[in-house]
């Protein structure tokens, strides 16, 4: 009997366990409504010099993944305008190995990143000081 009691116990808790996992999940962008939508909201500073010169290259290589305006794109790609990508947790350098080289997923559900084809180290120059001055402007130093 205490045996029953207790595989009966533990079938209950993962059913609970998969309900508010599975929900979490359409909450955070696992739903079709929103594929694709804009998973934060970026304030777009006056962008000057390399910043300016980075929006172009991120639109022409990141965009389809990260979104306008380095938002996101739920169920695409996540967004660099987020505390995840402030300086002191990924330095540029890991900017720069993720185009040039690619980045297995760590912080999102989103997949492996692949190499960015074309790009040069200059064109990630650009695009992250573009990423940072939106961050800067978004509170994320």
Request: hydrophobic residues 45%; negative net charge.
């Amino acid at each position: 009997m205490r045996r029953s009691f207790l595989i009966l116990s533990a079938l209950l808790s993962a059913a609970v366990l998969a309900v508010l996992l599975w929900g979490g999940l359409t909450e955070e962008g696992g739903g079709s409504e929103s594929a694709g939508a804009a998973m934060v909201s970026v304030t777009v500073p006056e962008l000057t010099g390399l910043a300016l010169e980075g929006e172009g290259l991120f639109r022409e290589n990141c965009a389809t993944c990260h979104g306008d305006q380095a938002a996101g794109r739920d169920g695409v790609g996540p967004p660099l305008v987020h505390k995840i990508y402030e300086p002191g947790h990924h330095g540029d350098g890991a900017f720069f190995l993720a185009a040039l080289r690619g980045v297995r997923a760590h912080h999102w559900p989103f997949g492996d990143m692949p190499p960015v084809e074309g790009v040069t180290q200059d064109d990630v120059e650009r695009i992250v000081a573009y990423v940072r001055k939106l961050q800067r402007a978004n509170g994320i130093n």
